[in-house]
Nanobody, 121 residues
Framework: QVQLVESGGGLVQAGGSLRLSCAAS????????MVWYRQAPGKQRELVAI???????HYADAVKGRFTISRDNAKNTVYLQMNSLKPEDTGVYVC???????????????WGQGTQVTVSS
């Protein structure tokens, strides 16, 4: 079994910072892409940032220059450092990690439970 556990959400004033973490545990052979999504009330889920196995990153235009995604492969953990937060960043942030389990030839996509981020104006 594989589990993803998220932490770091909360309530912050506009202009503040938060750091989200998502740790994978269990039977893991390798990890490829690690992604953060968010879903605001009444809106569709959107990709926030992705970091690939080689370290390359991609950000949604709305968060470029303010958010930084990183990973610690030794800890099977992905982070999202969020600075200069705005009220429109409010939403549930969910991590998504592609994991290959021992003995399996393909990756499977696993999801975290989601963590609430609320930015007050």
């Amino acid at each position: 079994q594989v589990q993803l556990v998220e932490s770091g959400g909360g309530l912050v004033q506009a202009g503040g910072s938060l750091r989200l973490s998502c740790a994978a545990s269990g039977s893991i052979f390798s990890i490829s892409d690690m992604v953060w999504y968010r879903q605001a009330p009444g809106k569709q889920r959107e990709l926030v940032a992705i970091i690939r196995n080689g370290g390359s990153t991609h950000y949604a235009d709305a968060v470029k220059g303010r958010f930084t995604i990183s990973r610690d492969n030794a800890k099977n953990t992905v982070y999202l450092q969020m600075n200069s937060l705005k009220p429109e960043d409010t939403g549930v942030y969910v991590c998504n990690i592609d994991i290959r389990r021992p003995g399996n030839p393909v990756d499977y996509s696993y999801w975290g439970q989601g963590t609430q981020v609320t930015v007050s104006s």
